[in-house]
């Protein structure tokens, strides 16, 4: 399992239940790298699309005890959420949000894709900071570029201690 998550200088990751800039290049990036693949979120995070509709051409995870839909998988405990995900090829499910349901799967995924913003959101939530955390290691890095006025960085964290569930 992978995450991928935009974060600013401060490892911020949104404010108000959105995204703390747009950046096209960063939509672009997530767009092709989750497309046909399964997205695994809460619920705080599929009602922040649009029209709180699940993503499309993706299998969409909800992990909630609230949400009751058909048009996405539900599950109610992290418990199910696991037995739900196995069902899937790992290296096709990305931990897409929020704070909560990355903080507990990043133990579990092997690498985070990460866009990183040079600049300062004003964040209320926030990603681990991975280059702080014992078994993360930075594994790539793209060259700096500007979209919308924002200096980007896409980049691969790898897990030296990938927990199995």
């Not at 599929?46 to 029209?51: G, I, M």
């Not at 985070?112 to 209320?124: E, F, I, P, R, S």
Request: net charge neutral; aromatic share 10%.
């Amino acid at each position: 399992m992978k995450a991928i998550v935009a974060v600013d200088k401060n490892w911020g990751i949104g404010k108000n239940n959105d995204l703390l800039f747009s950046i096209p290049e960063d939509m672009k990036f997530f767009r092709q790298t989750t497309l046909g693949k399964v997205v695994v979120m809460g619920s705080n995070t599929l009602k922040s699309f649009p029209n709180g509709n699940p993503l499309k051409n993706r299998t969409n995870v909800v992990l909630s005890k609230r949400v009751k839909r058909d048009d996405c998988i539900v599950a109610t405990s992290l418990e199910e959420l696991f037995i739900k995900i196995k069902e899937f090829d790992d290296s096709e499910v990305f931990v897409i949000g929020g704070a909560m349901l990355y903080k507990t799967l990043l133990p579990y995924c092997e690498e985070v894709l990460v866009t990183k913003v040079n600049a300062d959101g004003d964040a209320d939530v926030f990603f681990e900071n991975l280059d702080k955390l014992p078994n993360w290691s930075l594994f790539s890095e793209s060259d700096s570029l500007i979209s919308n006025g924002k200096t980007i960085k896409f980049t691969v964290y790898k897990n030296h201690s990938v927990q199995t569930f």
